[in-house]
């Protein structure tokens, strides 16, 4: 479980998906807001950054398990949309600017993650 948690939280290495890909591979600098590799996500709405966050979870488990036959797109859907719903806006905020979860938000991921059998 924990293998698959770093998989998808350090993410791929394709830039259509890095954006989230990365997302909690490592906590945010202390100070100064730093941004994290990929895209982008400053001016991204929240639907848009769900589907950044569905779309990494996909591509992560298609790259260890068949995708289709496995519901990854219905797991990843559900990862997602919990992450989005458990999240703050400031929260979300700081996801959008650093592109990386914080402390606060991590574990509301990782809980989704669990939930959601990603």
Known sequence: MKS????????SSLL?????AHAGARPPSEGAATRGPGVD????????????????CVFKLSERE????TNAVGRCGCYAGNVMRAMS??????LRETGV???SSRP???NAMRACKV
């Open 101 to 103: 979860f914080g402390k």
């Open 66 to 69: 068949e995708a289709i036959k």
């Open 89 to 94: 806006s400031d929260e979300a905020g700081e």
């Open 16 to 20: 259509a998906f890095t954006g989230l």
């Open 41 to 56: 996500m400053r001016g991204m709405t929240d639907d848009q950054l769900r589907r950044r966050m569905q779309d990494a």
């Open 4 to 11: 698959i948690l770093a998989a998808l939280l350090v993410g």
């Open 108 to 110: 509301k991921a990782e």
